[in-house]
């Protein structure tokens, strides 16, 4: 399975765009990028996943590199309720696990 | 959707106590997964179910832990003898199989206390 390396925490300015990086460069042809994120005491929760096209909802823009080997999420407007750890998971191989490392542990400052 | 819904939210027992915790997916998700969380890591795979069939286990689920899904419905996940080092949070997760396209939706997890 893909790693992924984030890094740990994040600063981000109240009404700035936040991006939030991810390398993912052992990632298959056929492994989607998922994020996902976690604010404190509660479940985490999906924000977007993609494929190698750039994606857009209402809650964030993914951004994947061509080769695919690292990615971006972008929180356009932050807001101080964006504060949260912030997972990329690359799904596993088998098609079953989700594997969360670590984080980035972004901090929305008013 | 009424959402993943997991009892109870927070537990405390005593070392060699048996637990048992409770998970109520999504309707019609057929899909059931339990991870757990420690302070300051992200959550780790324990193991998932399709339907009744638990389909894989992770390592970290020693003998102690057992988890159930009997009418592929709600999920009960119950560690006997419990530890100190059980203490966690337990995250159920559900989704509908659909390959790589699946999203997770996660309940707000049971905090166990083992002293």
């Known amino acids: 399975d893909a790693k992924t390396t984030q890094p740990p925490s994040m600063d981000c300015a109240e009404g700035r765009a936040a991006n939030l990086p991810c390398n993912h460069s052992t990632i298959s042809g056929n492994e989607y990028v998922y994020w996902y994120r976690q604010i404190h005491s509660q479940g985490p929760q999906y924000i977007i996943h993609?494929?190698?096209n750039n994606e857009t909802n209402e809650m964030a823009s993914l951004i994947i590199t061509e080769d695919r080997k690292s990615s971006t999420l972008i929180l356009p407007h932050a807001t101080l309720r964006d504060t949260a750890v912030y997972y990329c998971?690359?799904?596993?191989?088998?098609?079953?696990?989700?594997?969360f490392g670590t984080g980035t542990s972004l901090t929305v400052i008013p | 959707d009424t959402g993943v819904s997991q009892d109870p939210r927070h537990k405390i027992t005593k070392r060699g106590q048996n637990v048992t915790f409770r998970c109520d997916p999504i309707s019609e998700h057929n899909r059931l997964y339990w991870y757990r969380q420690t302070l300051g890591q992200g959550p780790e795979f324990l193991t998932y179910f399709q339907n009744e069939a638990q389909l894989e286990k992770s390592r970290l689920l020693s003998d102690r832990f057992s988890a159930e899904r009997p009418k592929g419905s709600f999920s009960t996940l119950e560690i006997q003898r419990t530890e100190q080092g059980d203490s966690a949070m337990y995250l159920c997760?559900?989704?509908?199989?659909?390959?790589?396209?699946?999203?997770?939706?996660f309940g707000s997890g049971t905090q166990l206390s083992v002293l």
């Open positions: 998971i690359v799904r596993g191989s088998t098609g079953n696990q989700f594997y």
């Open positions: 997760a559900s989704s509908r199989s659909g390959a790589t396209n699946e999203k997770l939706f």
């Open positions: 993609g494929l190698k």
